[in-house]
């Protein structure tokens, strides 16, 4: 989703306030001395009033990232001179180039140039305009002059760091290792080492012993850059939608075509199991790492503080509560998640944070890195061949005891050792833990050279969480694998058989995901245009939001008394005392509403409150005539449909009549002092 403009609208107060007396803000001004609020309120009511000046607030998605105004110069007035900041916590992203290239298309029919003056030490500044083709055209000790001729929009890409391939590679691979894992277990292919020792069985588990590192290779990566980059409401929501996306589309597909029974899943439970993904955890892995993300600008901030000797000691300390223990004690540990929750992904983070920040000298080399990967994996299932032979030895030597007649505890033991056999493969376990930083290490020292199979899978890369999305789904997670035969026996074509299913689902994956990306790029450019439809008229539409709220409370309380509780009256009787109940339940939410959201009235005490309310009130109380008077003509005089009038006809009559009240008389704003410092 791209910045855009919008309207400076009278809320922004604080906003420009803040961003007014920034000390990077002061330093650059002409006028560095801080501002007072009083005074800035003066100013900025006066700005809003001018014919001569245009104010914007450039947008990210919801959040203001950024102000730029232009007012008209003295010399000519088909010139603005322009003045613009960036709040601090969105600096150096490239915004400010992005805002006055949009100002430019804002302002090309009024203004036939821009002009922007600079401090000679404001390095920034000087780049910004230069980059946007500003040419100076005068220059002395105190300020630069830049000059542009407006002759259509400058079209500035949004600055993106680029991705480093070999990270993206990495991405890919633990991708198709995600996939091989759901190939062996949802296929049926496992089974317990202490029962099955055929070679088959032995070779899918060490196959899926070296596949295991995935999950935490995946959270690694974004741990590992995520230190360094900044939380954007902007990109949780966008991966949000992507779950949601997925979550309901793929269901409407399968109940539609019949691949799922409808009777099953058409209830209310499935649907808001559907509709509510992260919240009830349809993707154990989505709902985790959205929260990670959440998470990650305070860890970040948190570990950046640290010293190298504080973050390891923190590391440690975690790694010793959560992966050792159930790596070292053979019994369940009740706080134990298995490495499938939020818990361990923040670990993961703060894990890759450190290599990131610090690095592990013992894994420099990428020889070590291999060994301690191949290592860590290898010893997974010769520790279920050991932990299964150990069970098996106890339970004959209890049969052997029993049937002689002695005494033998077999619990613990057994209990034991089975626990093993099902805690080895588990993410946190300190084996995969320990494969998984030996091959993320191998990745992070590599330096591959360019090549085309390089530059496929990093453009492929970034489309890989909807593979998961898509396969993983409630609906598809076992029916795939039997779509493919999987758990049919093919012998030496196994091996064929498993990396063409993976390639399929992968190959099938990601050309979905390039599609779902193809519509949400275009839904952004939608958003933005409603956004800016939004902002333009923006005390309309949020009168319209809330008075549609009030309709609804109205509506529901309506209901309740004339349908309920006067349902035994008179019809004249039942419909006024209904309605009247109604009016007051929906005058007490639309002022409150009203006065925080839509007018946002900033008179205190209660005195001045109560004048207020009162206002409101007694504004309400000649709509509520009116109200009553047109229900008592349509459907007691006239006979019209009592739905009808209520829900459509009355209603559009009172929401405008409320909004022309409300505006004139009861929010109606103090005359604006004049006040011309531009200072701020």
Known sequence: MSYYLRKTLETDCKLFYRWANDPAVRSASFSTEQIGWEEHQKWFAWMLEKDSIDSFVCMDFLLPVGQVRVGQAQSDP???????????????????????????????????????????????????????????????????????????????????????????????????????????????????????????????????????????????????????????????????CEVFFYSVLVAAICLITGIADRGTYLNFYNLQYFFLPVVNNHYWFASAYLLMYLFSPFLGAAVKKMSKQQHMTLLIAILCLISLPKSLVPAELAMDDHGVSILWFLCLYILAAYIRLHGIPFLANGKKCLLCYVISVVLI????????????????????????????????????????????????????????????????????????????????APYTFGVYLLHEHLLLRYAWPEWLGVNKAYGPARILHMLLSVLIIFIVGILVDALRSLFFDQMEKLIDWAMGIYFAKKEVWDYLIVGFLTTVVAWVTYAIFAKGVFAEMEEAVRVGLANAVSWVFSVIFAYITNRIFVFHSTKTGCREVAKEFAAFVGARLFSFGVDEGLMLLLVVVLHVNEILAKYVIVSIVIIVLNYILSKLLVFKKPAKEEQSDEKA
């Open 78 to 240: 088909k010139k603005g001179v322009i003045s613009y900041s960036v709040g601090e916590e969105y600096r150096g992203r490239g915004i400010a180039k992005q805002m006055l290239a949009k100002l430019e298309g804002e302002l090309s029919e009024k203004y036939t140039a821009l002009i922007a003056e600079v401090k000679p030490e404001n390095a920034a500044s000087r780049k910004v305009f230069e980059d946007l083709g500003y040419t100076k055209v005068s220059e002395d000790e105190t300020k630069l002059v830049f000059e542009k001729v407006l002759d259509g929009p400058t079209v500035v890409m949004q600055s993106k760091k680029p991705r480093e391939a070999k990270f993206e590679v990495l991405r890919v691979v633990a991708m198709l290792m995600v996939i091989m894992l759901h190939y062996l277990d949802k296929g049926g292919l496992l089974h317990r080492l202490d029962g099955d020792h055929s070679g088959s069985n032995l070779a899918f588990w060490f196959l899926e012993a070296f596949c295991l590192v995935s999950v935490n290779l995946y959270v690694m990566i974004s741990g590992y850059f995520l230190v360094d980059s900044r939380f954007t409401l902007r990109r949780l929501v966008k991966l949000w």
């Open 381 to 460: 299932p010769v520790g279920m061949l050991v932990a299964g032979g150990l069970r098996h030895m106890v339970v004959e030597s209890a049969a052997e005891a029993t049937a002689k007649g002695e005494p033998f505890r077999l619990g613990f033991l057994d209990q034991g050792f089975a626990y093993l056999l099902t805690t080895l493969d588990d993410y946190n376990h300190i084996l995969v833990l320990c494969a998984s930083v030996g091959l993320f290490c191998f990745f992070v020292n590599r330096k591959p050279k360019k090549n085309l199979v390089m530059d496929v899978l990093a453009r492929i």
